[in-house]
């Protein structure tokens, strides 16, 4: 007896090539379903017009962040940065009316071109400046602020298969290092530094800087960071500091211990400030 399968969009009957080869009727497969007369007319004005905006604020940037940039032309076609972010404009405005497949397929040739892969759905503000970019990956929920700069490798990521908010939201004058993964729905606070290859995934405050694996907040300083602040590698290391705590604790009881040898007495130890950073 023959099985029927039903193509899990409109419920039609599939053939035999297209049950071989996916759950969905051709009609379905090649149905775009969008129509221009859903689009909200002053809406497309004004995310055109933000188009052009950030464009502007983009390529200023890489001027304002880049010491090694040198002319427009040079910027537009040699830094894959800012032509992963200009790719991400189009493709979300492209998202923001609803059409289909195009978003993504831009998205994907971004990634092809740039080695840098935005989902067309993530929210991106205004001086965002992508470093060399290779392997920088930002999900479809994740929200960026103004003023962030991301250094290769960085990652926005979900720890969720949901449909729901996913990814970081990161706040404004934020930069993070080469390598750094941010995951889940976390938020880092405005004026924040996050160290090379630091793996955060806990929320952070604003006028912080966080290093480590898992990422451990270092510092909480009250002043904000400089707007532009390259120096993301001058940062203190904590497993560094844990040894050296530990090391001191070591030569304090070893100390106390050949002092009990020497006395024959009982020594009560108070660890004090060696305990302290542990």
Same mark, same amino acid.
């Given at each position: 007896?023959?099985?029927?399968?039903?193509?899990?969009?409109?419920?039609?009957?599939?053939?035999?090539?297209?049950?071989?080869?996916?759950?969905?009727?051709?009609?379905?497969?090649?149905?775009?379903?969008?129509?221009?007369?859903?689009?909200?007319?002053?809406?497309?004005?004004?995310?055109?017009?933000?188009?052009?905006?950030?464009?502007?604020?983009?390529?200023?940037?890489?001027?304002?962040?880049?010491?090694?940039?040198?002319?427009?032309?040079?910027?537009?076609?040699?830094?894959?940065?800012?032509?992963?972010?200009?790719?991400?404009?189009?493709?979300?405005?492209?998202?923001?009316?609803?059409?289909?497949?195009?978003?993504?397929?831009?998205?994907?040739?971004?990634?092809?071109?740039?080695?840098?892969?935005?989902?067309?759905?993530?929210?991106?503000?205004?001086?965002?400046?992508?470093?060399? #970019?290779?392997?920088?990956? !930002? +999900?479809?929920?994740?929200?960026?602020?103004?003023? @962030?700069?991301?250094? %290769?490798? /960085? $990652?926005?990521?979900?720890?969720?298969?949901?449909?729901?908010?996913?990814?970081?939201?990161?706040?404004?004058?934020?930069?993070?290092?080469?390598?750094?993964?941010?995951?889940?729905?976390?938020?880092? #606070?405005?004026?924040?530094? !996050? +160290?090379?290859?630091?793996?955060?995934?806990?929320? @952070?405050?604003?006028? %912080?800087? /966080? $290093?480590?694996?898992?990422?451990?907040?270092?510092?909480?300083?009250?002043?904000?960071?400089?707007?532009?602040?390259?120096?993301?590698?001058?940062?203190?290391?904590?497993?560094?500091?844990?040894?050296?705590?530990?090391?001191?604790?070591?030569?304090?009881?070893?100390?106390?211990?050949?002092?009990?040898?020497?006395?024959?007495?009982? $020594?009560?130890?108070?660890?004090?400030?060696?305990?302290?950073?542990?």
């Amino acid at each position: 007896m023959e099985e029927y399968l039903q193509c899990l969009s409109c419920g039609k009957n599939l053939s035999c090539k297209e049950k071989e080869k996916h759950s969905y009727c051709a009609h379905c497969l090649l149905d775009l379903n969008f129509s221009v007369k859903e689009i909200n007319r002053v809406e497309l004005d004004k995310n055109l017009q933000k188009i052009l905006d950030f464009f502007v604020s983009d390529v200023s940037s890489a001027f304002n962040k880049d010491p090694a940039a040198k002319s427009i032309l040079e910027v537009l076609t040699s830094y894959p940065g800012i032509k992963g972010v200009l790719l991400y404009r189009i493709a979300h405005f492209f998202w923001q009316i609803g059409m289909p497949f195009i978003p993504r397929y831009i998205s994907d040739i971004a990634r092809d071109l740039t080695g840098i892969e935005i989902h067309p759905g993530a929210e991106i503000g205004s001086e965002v400046f992508i470093d060399h #970019g290779a392997g920088v990956v !930002i +999900g479809e929920t994740a929200e960026i602020g103004n003023n @962030v700069t991301l250094y %290769s490798g /960085v $990652v926005l990521g979900g720890v969720s298969l949901e449909h729901k908010k996913r990814h970081p939201t990161i706040g404004n004058d934020v930069v993070i290092g080469t390598g750094a993964k941010l995951l889940g729905p976390i938020t880092v #606070g405005d004026n924040t530094r !996050i +160290g090379s290859n630091s793996v955060v995934v806990k929320d @952070v405050p604003p006028n %912080s800087v /966080v $290093v480590g694996v898992p990422g451990q907040i270092i510092s909480k300083e009250g002043k904000k960071v400089k707007k532009i602040d390259l120096a993301h590698g001058d940062l203190p290391d904590p497993l560094v500091i844990t040894i050296n705590a530990l090391n001191s604790r070591l030569e304090f009881l070893e100390k106390k211990l050949s002092v009990d040898k020497n006395h024959h007495n009982t $020594v009560e130890i108070n660890y004090g400030e060696y305990g302290a950073g542990i």
